[in-house]
DNA sequence: CGATGCATGTAAGCTGTTACATGATTGC
DNA sequence: GCAATCATGTAACAGCTTACATGCATCG
């Protein structure tokens, strides 16, 4: 919405198109589909509707010539745009949205005495190797980019959170 | 879904209600709202038919004598719910499922370049203060659960991926 | 020229939220 | 007795997903 504020995912939809410069509805989802972070499957039914809205707001545009012989049409961030994208990243530091992490083998190791010893020790010996696979990909993002690009930093972060998970995980092993 | 796998709130509601032993739906929803993370607003619209849901297929029951005379019915997990815990505890580590940790702070950083200078400085000392307070708020509910219950072990993975954020925005605060 | 992939979009469904309604209990 | 809180529920809505439909382009 250009009156109130942007959802998650219309915020990062944006700062896409920013990043990009001017680039489909198709490369936004493409993008969000490699993206190592699974929260969003960016489906076709979220994606185009969404930057539709986008438009109508005026956070984004386009130009008449943008769209080719295949019927794709090239968004660029107006002015507005820009500015929402802005306070959208600045919202972020409310605590409600700083609070909203979500961690689904943590979510599960609260209910881990459910399971037998054995389990339990399966289960946190399987999830470090599950985390370390996840560590890889993710440390294989982080050298793709240059560093002390803005890339490069915020996947650097998924790689602390990463390492973080193992270094717990492991803690809770030494504690059984 | 009993015939299905759960999904992530039923999992933990299911969970919640097992570690009680016995307790009733406000009882999950209290729980779910004071719990550190705000990733689930735990409203009544889906917390009362989502208990429902579970007791229909057989993963909860409440006896007759559970409710009393205000009308509340305790609810308990049956030997199929735990079945059905134990399964969602171990589909967590499906690589799917493991990479779908949400920041909505890393979300922000990937597009800090819209940001001025000193935009972005403010951006990142703001984050290292919001962080810093909710690192406070975990730790304290670290504080709460007595050392090696399954409950203090989860809540020392919150505390150390918090402790991971705020590194990161630390170093990233000197590449600036 | 036919298969595969690019690209856009829509319809139906699921899940969760907000906001409201209701009544019973507790505390002052 | 009245306010606040406990406790359960429902209706309307918002957002995202799956699954499908469509057409153009590219490559063998």
Chains 1, 2 share one sequence.
Not at 74 to 86: E, N, S, Y
């Amino acid at each position: 919405m250009p009156a109130g504020s942007l959802s998650e995912l219309e915020g990062v939809a944006l700062g896409i198109v920013q990043k990009r410069k001017r680039c489909t509805a198709y490369a936004v989802r493409r993008e969000l589909k490699q993206s190592p972070s699974t929260h969003w499957r960016a489906s076709a039914g979220a994606i185009y509707p969404l930057l539709e809205r986008l438009e109508r707001g005026g956070l984004l545009a386009s130009t008449k010539d943008s769209v080719d012989g295949r019927g794709r049409r090239h968004l660029q961030v107006t002015v507005d745009g820009k500015k929402a994208l802005r306070t959208w990243i600045f919202e972020g530091l409310d605590p409600g949205v700083v609070a909203s992490v979500f961690d689904p083998i943590r979510s599960r190791a609260f209910f881990m005495d459910v399971l037998s010893r054995r389990q339990r020790q399966k289960f946190v010996e399987d999830s470090i190797g599950a985390l370390e696979r996840y560590l890889e990909t993710t440390r294989a993002h982080l050298a793709e980019g240059e560093r002390d690009s803005v890339e490069y930093l915020a996947n650097l972060g998924a790689v602390y959170e990463a390492e973080a998970r193992v270094k717990w995980m492991k803690k809770i092993l030494e504690s059984a």
